[in-house]
C-alpha cells in the first residue's frame, strides 16, 4: 500500500505544472515561476485567438477561462495556475476536476496587505478586474481598514506589447492615470495586470522610491513555494531541468519572440511551441 | 411572372443590410452608409467577445468573419458589408451563399489611387492589414507606378477606444508613428482601420492640409451609392426612416455607449442591442 502510494506521488510530482493567459502577459508569472521551479515541468497555455479579456464581460471571461482549463486538465497537469488577473477575478474555485487552482489576485493583496505602513494601497489593473473588484475585497480580508483605491489603465497592455517599456510617451501615460492616487499618499501599489512588470520603471518614475509596488506573479510564486514546502503539492527536485510547452490558440512569430525574449533570463532550452483549439 | 419578380424584389429591398466588425470600429462605416442610406434597415454585429482582429492570425480572422458572415445571412440580410480592414483582407469574395459581400479595401484603395498627385501614398493600418500587404495590391491595380509605404499603428486603437481623440499624447504618438512617412512626401494617406477617422485630428497634425486622408468606410458608403443607382442592389426608398439593430456577441454597457455616441449625428431612433453567439 505504502509502495503504491509512492508510485501514485512519484508520477504526480512528474506532471507539468499548467499556467494559463490570455495573451503574453502571463509569460511574466511563468517567468517568476521557473525561476524558483527550475526542475518542474511546465505548460504554458495563451489565448491569443481571443485575447484581450480585460475589455470583456465577466460571463464570456468565465467562459473562456474554463475552457482554457478543461484544455490544460486534457494535457494532464498536476495543478493550474490562472496567469491572468482578469480570468482570476472569475474562477472561485480552488480545485476543479481534482486539480488545484492558484490564482493571482489572493497572493498579491495579501502581499500588499502586509506591505503596506499607512493602509492606503493603489490596485492598477484593467477595466474588467477594476469592475470585478476581486483586489478591494482581497485585501481587506487581510486588512478590514485598509483604503482600497483602483485605477483602470487600459493602454498600458498595448503599450506593453509594443515593447515601449522605458519610454518618454509612456512615462505621460503612467502620470496621467497615476497622478490622482500619488496625491492619495497611498504607500504600496498592485501591478493587478501580468503586463504591468514589463512597464514597472514608468510607474515608478510616477509614484517614486517610497511605494511598494507589489507584482502578483511573484506573490504567487511565493505562495507555491510556501504549498511545496508544506507538501500539499508534490514538488520534482531531481537535478535537471524541466521541460517547456507553450501552446497558443492563435499561431503568431510576434507572440514567439516577445515569449523567448521574456523568458531568456531563466530558461537555457528550447521551449517547444504548439498551436491548440480550446473549444 | 412580371408581377411575381416585382414582389420578389420589392421582398429583397425590405431586407436589412448587414454590417460586420470585430467591435464598435465599424460603427464609423455604419454611420457613413446611415448617412447616406437614411431609408434603410441595417443589422449591425460587433464580435466583441473576440475583438481585436488586427493582432490575429490571417486564418483565425479569416474563420471569425465567415462565421459573422453566416450569422448575418442567418438574419436574411440582402448585403453584407466587411466593416472592418483586417477581415477584409481574408475575405475574397464578392458573393457569398448568393448575398453580395462589400469590403472597405477595395473602394479605400480606389480613391486613393485617384486622389494622388505625385503618386506615393501611405497606407495606416493594423499590423495583420500591413502584413497582409492588400491596400498595397489593390492600390498597384489602379496605379501600377504608385509608391505605397505601410505603416502599422498598434496604439491607434486602443486610444480611441479610451477616447483620446484629440490630445496632446495622441499626438506625439501619431507623430512617433507617422514623422518617417512625412519625410517621404506622400500626398496621400489611407486610414486603413476603421478606428482611424476617430484620430483623424491627430494625424491631419502630423501631415498637414496638403495630404489627403482617405476614409475607407467614407469610399465605401460611396461605392455602394454607385451600385444602388445601376440597380444590381435593390435600394429603398419608401419614405421612412430604417430600423437598425446592434448585435454583440458580447454584452457591454461601454460599447453601447460609444456606439450610441457616434451615431448621434445620424440616428434619432434608438437602436435594439442584442446579445448574439456566431459560433
Redesign the interface.
Known amino acids: 500500500m505504502e509502495s503504491m502510494n509512492h508510485e501514485l506521488t512519484e508520477c504526480i510530482i512528474n506532471r507539468a505544472i499548467g499556467v494559463f493567459d490570455s495573451g503574453i502577459g502571463g509569460i511574466t508569472v511563468l517567468k517568476e515561476l521557473i525561476r524558483k521551479f527550475p526542475f518542474e515541468n511546465f505548460i504554458y497555455l495563451g489565448d ?4 484581450p479579456y480585460g ?3 465577466p ?2 471571461v468565465r467562459q473562456y477561462s474554463l475552457q482554457n482549463m478543461d484544455f490544460l486538465i486534457s494535457r494532464n497537469v498536476k495543478a493550474i495556475v490562472v496567469a491572468c488577473n482578469t480570468a482570476s477575478t472569475q474562477i472561485f474555485e480552488t480545485d476543479y476536476k481534482n486539480t488545484p487552482i492558484y490564482n493571482v489576485i489572493d497572493p498579491g493583496a495579501k502581499k500588499a496587505a502586509l506591505a503596506t505602513e499607512n493602509k492606503k494601497i493603489a490596485v492598477l489593473a484593467t ?1 474588467a478586474t477594476v469592475a470585478a473588484g476581486s483586489y478591494t475585497l482581497k485585501i481587506k480580508l487581510h486588512l478590514p481598514d485598509a483604503e482600497v483605491f483602483s485605477q483602470a489603465c ?2 498600458f ?3 506593453a ?2 515593447g515601449w517599456h522605458d519610454d518618454p ?1 509612456t512615462n ?2 503612467a502620470f ?1 492615470y497615476l497622478q490622482n492616487l500619488k496625491s492619495l499618499d497611498i504607500d504600496t501599489a498592485v501591478l493587478g495586470c501580468t503586463h504591468y512588470p514589463l512597464l514597472k520603471s514608468a510607474i515608478a518614475k510616477v509614484f517614486g522610491n517610497h511605494v511598494a509596488l507589489i507584482d502578483s506573479g511573484e506573490a504567487l510564486a511565493e505562495e507555491l513555494a510556501i504549498d511545496f514546502e508544506r507538501s500539499r503539492m508534490p514538488q520534482k527536485t531531481l537535478f535537471e531541468h524541466g521541460s517547456l510547452t507553450l501552446c497558443l490558440t ?3 512569430q ?1 507572440f514567439e519572440n516577445l515569449s523567448l525574449n521574456l523568458l531568456s533570463e531563466v530558461i537555457s532550452i528550447q521551449p517547444q511551441f504548439e498551436t491548440v483549439s480550446v ?1
Open positions: 491569443t485567438a481571443r485575447l475589455s470583456k464581460s460571463d464570456t477595466r487600459p493602454l497592455v498595448p503599450l506589447e509594443e510617451i505621460l501615460i496621467r492563435d499561431a503568431g510576434q473549444i
